[in-house]
């Protein structure tokens, strides 16, 4: 058997802990605060991630980035999106080179 990755490990802890009353649990009580809250929070983690690296502090970008990560699951699981679609479109765009894919995006 695979070792499960340290996303997967996350992801499915996020998910059983998405049935629990908000105060037992951070993951939780961000769910019970909706899609929104999460966003604004993955938005603020992404920002300590910028920040972090602004000041070269590599400790920090790995600390943050690991927020990062975890809040990102936590947004996927609000709006009920298997992890594994992002991964199947992560591996469309490996198949390609960046510039092709990033050309063949539709314009917003």
């Known amino acids: 058997m695979a070792e499960q990755h340290a996303l997967d490990r996350l992801a499915a802890v996020i998910a059983a802990r998405a049935g629990r009353e908000a105060d037992q649990s951070y993951t939780a009580m961000l769910l019970s605060k909706g899609t929104a809250h999460i966003a604004k929070k993955l938005g603020e983690e992404a920002i300590e991630v910028v920040i972090a690296a ?45 510039l092709a894919e990033k050309a063949g995006r539709p314009r917003q």
């Open 54 to 98: 602004a000041e070269k502090d590599s400790h920090a970008v790995i600390r943050e980035s690991a927020d990062l990560l975890y809040h990102w699951l936590v947004l996927i699981q609000s709006l009920n999106l298997p992890m594994a679609e992002v991964m199947t479109e992560l591996d469309r765009r490996h198949s390609q080179s960046g």
